[in-house]
């Protein structure tokens, strides 16, 4: 996810070149491609990266924070031994 926060200044740098360039030709393809990328990455990777990121994250996490059987049953077993005691 990080990497689409990353990618935004590339535009800014297409844009910074085709200032400084001479030739008009090579200056108007380059302020393209920058338009052309921006127009991509604002469309595309929301839809098809973001999401399927922050899915993976909550799979994750949702996975961390399941318990074993084997530390539910070591729980039970605390908890019915401390019971009939009181």
């Known amino acids: 996810m990080k ?3 990353e990618l935004k ?3 800014t740098i297409l844009y910074k070149l085709a200032i400084h360039m001479t030739d008009t030709v090579q200056k ?3 302020k393209t491609c920058a338009q052309d990328f921006e127009h991509l990455h604002h469309t595309e990777w929301g839809k098809k990266v973001t999401r399927h990121a922050l ?3 909550q799979a994750k996490k949702t996975f961390k924070t399941l318990p ?3 530390d539910l049953k070591v729980c039970k077993t605390f908890i019915e031994v401390h019971t009939r005691v009181a």
């Open 55 to 57: 899915v993976a994250m």
């Open 3 to 5: 990497l689409g926060h």
């Open 68 to 70: 074993f059987t084997q």
């Open 28 to 30: 108007e393809l380059l």
């Open 9 to 11: 200044p590339a535009r």
